[in-house]
Nanobody, 119 residues
Framework: VQLQASGGGLVQAGGSLRLSCARS????????MHWYRQAPGRQRELVAS???????NYADSVKGRFTISRDNAKITTYLQMNSLQPGDTAVYYC??????????????WGQGTQVTVSS
């Protein structure tokens, strides 16, 4: 399984970006897809998740501004980011939380995409 993240860039505060994470390859099951971010000098933090049943979870810092979604084929996961703030500046990573068989879990990471928000 490979994950290809894209959609980052430079945007002014208050602007929007949409990140995409395209999955290729086969896997027994994807339990959830996640978006993480890591700012310079800080730990990687979980931003948003979409579970197998379609339910979603968000970090408090992005609730009401970010929306995670996926396409019907569950191949591409999106992160719509609105009302961006300088504090959202980070490298954003997607992660697939999955199983290679009914008993073996495996996580996969995308390469990261830079989001920079100017004030």
């Amino acid at each position: 399984v490979q994950l290809q993240a894209s959609g980052g860039g430079l945007v002014q505060a208050g602007g929007s970006l949409r990140l995409s994470c395209a999955r290729s390859g086969t896997i027994f099951m994807i339990r959830a897809m996640h978006w993480y971010r890591q700012a310079p000098g800080r730990q990687r933090e979980l931003v948003a998740s979409i579970n197998r049943d379609g339910s979603t979870n968000y970090a408090d810092s992005v609730k009401g501004r970010f929306t995670i979604s996926r396409d019907n084929a569950k191949i591409t996961t999106y992160l719509q980011m609105n009302s961006l703030q300088p504090g959202d500046t980070a490298v954003y990573y997607c992660q697939a939380e999955g199983f290679t068989d009914p008993w073996t879990s495996q996580n996969y990471w995308g390469q990261g995409t830079q989001v920079t928000v100017s004030s």
